[in-house]
């Protein structure tokens, strides 16, 4: 079939969508619309004074002693989550308002960024979450896992792990953990008690949460919770940190907030990972031999562009191919030096002897280890050749240490083009190339899938009756 038969999709690619020619059918995979809310200062407000499962936050503010005196901890995420902190219709400058009218001063309140092992924030990440009025007025640390004396030991887990938490966070008279609960692709869902671990927490604690036999587990996936290790290690730990108050949201397609969950960690998040379950999930009948999809507002480089890869996974055959665009904006378009390294030893070493080397009891925990795990996932379905990554911020030589293919090797002639031509180009070539040698070596049409949603929407195989 002639190309020029194909439709046109829409990916998303940074703040704009490339049009793409795919062939007539492709089916589109993608969430059911949910409506934004028309007034979120209005629904933090009703969480905040009818909260799920524990009292009105001044009641608890009440109950602490004097607000005046108070020391608050006040933690949000980084800015590999699209949380509607900032402005008047986000969700931060209403919390801190009903704070002060409580009588806590601002100079008792700290925000606390949740990096977990992430970078630290830089100052225009920070005005871009959270705006100039919050940044200029009110004290904003990183949390550093790797420094000892920010943190605290305060006990172990039942699974044996020691753990240690943010000495600002356990000071604290007041704990506050703010986010956004999504699908995730190991711990069932985000936001809850993910605000404490991974991201208020040292090293060590992550040796488990984020190894091996955790994350090799059936039930470490997304939208499982009940048996998921990943979730109740984090339970766990965010219980002994002693969390007063959360205050999460849950947002649509265009990041926009369609859900406020304030109050108790366990029954608030519940609530939330409810609603995020009805929209997140797309039935398929079958799975597909081809699947387009994208980074999404995560994939600001190729270490977090592994939740749209594992997110396809149910939706991919056997032996298929996974194409993805990737936008990466990140002042590193790869990931860490260390996460670089070891990508390089999943590639040459293929994914079950990475494994086994981070069980070796001589292997030596490093912090970025668990998401070339999780492309390993993805390479036992689908194998080198099933992965296309169509990226041109990640320099062409950079390509020889990551697993998959490279859309470079789809482009012909010239390639001054703008970002936005060039992975237009190497998903267009890619599409062409992949369908053409399956008609080949098959003698019929591929089945094709685009997952608009890229991340954020799971297939999830529908039951047979």
Known sequence: ????????????????????????????????????????????????????????????????GSPNRMKVALVVSDITRPVPYRGESGILIPLLTYLEACGVPRSGIRIIVATGMHRPSTAEERLQMMGPEIVRAYAIEDHDGENPLGLRLVGRTQAGTPVSINRTFLDADLKICTGLVESHFMAGFSGGRKSVCPGLVDRSTLQRFHGPLFLDNAKAENLVLKGNPCHEEALQIAGMAGVDFILNVTVNEKYETTGVY????????????????????????????????????????????AKAACAALDALKKGGTLIIAGCHGDQDPVGSDEYATLLHLLKLQGPDRYVEILKSPTWQFTKDQWEPQMWGKVLRKVGEGGIIYCCPQIPEGDFCRIPGRSGYDFLKGRRQETSEGLTRSMLRNALKSVHGEFVKRRGAEPTVAFLRDGPYGIPVRRRSA
């Open 1 to 64: 079939m002639a190309a020029t038969a194909w439709k046109r999709v829409l990916v998303p690619f940074g703040k704009t969508d490339l049009a793409v020619r795919v062939p007539p059918q492709t089916e589109t995979l993608a969430m059911d619309s949910t409506a934004p809310l028309p007034e979120i200062r209005a629904a933090v407000e009703r969480n905040l004074n009818q909260p799920i499962g524990t009292p009105a936050l001044d009641k608890i503010i009440a109950g602490k």
């Open 262 to 305: 304030g109050g108790d960690m366990v029954e608030a998040h519940l609530k939330a990972c409810e609603q995020v379950r009805r929209a997140v999930s797309i039935p398929i009948d079958h799975p597909f031999d081809i699947i387009l999809t994208h980074g999404g507002y995560a994939g600001l480089n190729h270490y977090q562009t």
